[in-house]
C-alpha cells in the first residue's frame, strides 16, 4: 500500500460499478483510487460463492459494452453463467486495462466527512486508514448486505451456519449431511434447486413463498458465440430500449386483443423461453393491472401444479399473497422437481413459526428439526443498507442516515443535497435496482465521470442538487411506483425486510426509479445537455 492519502477522487468498491469507474477515471487521468471493503475485486460475484449462483440476465448483456476489444476477447459459455466464470471476468477485465493498481483492498470505509474548509471529503477506514479526496464517488451495489434473521439461539448451534452472502470459499462437502435452508427468495431457489440432490436431507424453510419460473439455461457453442459477437451492437441496442434493459421487450398487442387461449398459448412459449422473457417479454397489462395480473398468476400456478407431484405441497409452493411478477422474480433450473424427491422436505413456517435455533439445530412451534448445515437465504438490507453502515456526515454534520431514516431522498439517484461532491452509481431512486445491472450502471458511471470532467473543466470545486430537484425527484419516483402493482408488495424493491428495524411488514419505501432504463437515460441525458442546471456549483 502507497503512503498517498490525498485523492481528486476516491471510489468505494470494486464491484462491476467500481471497475468500470476507475477505468474512466484513470483514461481521464484523474488521480483516483477504489477502496474496497473485501481482500479482492468482484463485489457481488466476489461474496456470492453459495451452489447454484449465476446470471439470470443474458450473459452477453451483463458484460461491459465499453470496448469492443473486450467484447471480442472473452467468450461467455453459457447463456446464463455461473458464479466463478462472472468472477473470471471480474478479474479479466480489471487485468486486461490494469485497474488492480488503482485498488486498496482490505479497505471497509467506516465514515465519511464533508470538509466545508477544504471543500473536501475526509474518508476513514475500519482500520483507522484516513484518505481526503474532491469527489467520492460510490460503488457499492444495491444487494451487498446480507441480513440474517433475529431468532434466539443462533450462536449456539454447534453445526456449521451462514448467510449465503457469506458462502464458505473453502469446499464444503454437503453430501450425506442433513441441510436446512431458510429462506425462499431468488438466492434459496438457486441454493435448493442446485443441492437438493446432492445433500442427504435438506429441509426447506419456508415464510412466504415466491413466484419463480424456468430460467431455460444452456451452454453457449462456439458457433453461437460467433454470431453473437456479431450482434453486440444489436444486443445493445436491444437491451437500451428494453424498459428492464434485457434482450426482452414488452409485447404490446394489448391484453384484451387477444383470446384467453391465445394468451395462453404465448404464455406457453414465455414460459420455455430463456431468462426475463415471461417477465419483460409479456404483456405490460401483466404488471399493472389486477385482471391480467391474476390470470397470469393463476396460469403461472398451474405450471406448478403441473411440476409437483403432491397436490397440497404444490399449493403451498403457490403464492397466495402476492402477483406473479409484483416482487422480484427469481427463475430457477428444477426447482418445484426438486419438492417431488423423498430427500427434500418443506417446513411451512406458516404453519409451525420458527421459535429458536437449538445447539442441533431449528425448533418451530411443532417440531424439532435436527441439522448438521443452516444455510440463511434470508436476503439484504437491499439499496440503501450499504449507506446504512457508512457514518456520512454532510454539511454542518448532517447525518446521511438521518436524512434517509424515512426512506431515501435523491436527485436522479446519483447526487443528494446536503452532501456536496458525493455521486452514487448505483444509489437509491436510481433504475440499478430494477433493470439489468450493468446496463443501469454502464450510463450512471458515463454521467458521473462527464459530470467530474464538466465541473473540473469549469474551474469549480462544489456541486449538489438544489432541493426542489431533489423534491422533484422523489415525486416523480413515487408517480411511477404509484402506477405498478408492486407497490402492494412485500419485497426488497419497496425496501420490505423483516430482520431490518424500521423495514418490517407495511413498510413502503421509495428505493429504485421503476420508470424503465430508456425513459432514465433520456432524463439523465437531458440533465447533462442543459448544464446540469438542477446543480448548484461553485
Ligand atoms: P430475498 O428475495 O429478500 O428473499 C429472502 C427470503 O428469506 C424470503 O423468502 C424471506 O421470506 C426469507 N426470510 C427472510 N427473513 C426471514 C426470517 N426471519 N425467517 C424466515 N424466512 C425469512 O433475498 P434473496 O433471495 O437473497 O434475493 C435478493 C435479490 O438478490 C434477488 O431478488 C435478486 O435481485 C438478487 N439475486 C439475483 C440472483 C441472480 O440470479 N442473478 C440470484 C440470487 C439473488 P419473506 O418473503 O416471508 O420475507
Known sequence: MTEKQDYEVLVLGAGVSGIYQIKRLVDLGVDALVLEADDDLGGTWYRNRYPGARFDSESYTYGYSFSKELLDEWDWRERFSPQPENLRYLNFVADKFGLRQHMHFNARVASMHWQEAKCQWRVETQTG??????FVITGIGVLSVPTEPRYPGMDSFKGQAFHTYWWPKEPLDLTGKRVGVIGTGATGIQVISEIADKVGELKVFQRRPNWSTPLNNSPISTAEMDDIRARYDDIFAQCAESPNSFVHTPDRRGFDNLTKAERIAFWDELYASPGFAILA???PEVLMQEAPNQEMSEYVANRIRERVKDPALAEKLIPKDHGFGTQRLPLETR???AYNRDNVHLVDLQDSPIECITQTGIRTTTDEHELDVIVYATGFNAITGGFDKLEVKGVDGQLLGDKWKDGPSTYLGLTTHGFPN???????QSVSGSTNFPRAIEGAVDWVTELVQHVREQGHTRFEPSQ???????EEVKRVQQKLLARQSQGWFTGY???VVGHEVGTVRYQAYFGGGPKYASILKKAAAEGYDQLEMS
Open 281 to 283: 417479454g409479456n404483456f
Open 129 to 134: 486508514q484516513v484518505y481526503t479526496a474532491r
Open 497 to 499: 425486510n423483516s430482520n
Open 468 to 474: 426542489e430537484a431533489e423534491q422533484a425527484w422523489v
Open 422 to 428: 458525493l455521486l452514487m452509481v448505483a444509489g437509491p
Open 335 to 337: 426447482y418445484f422437481e
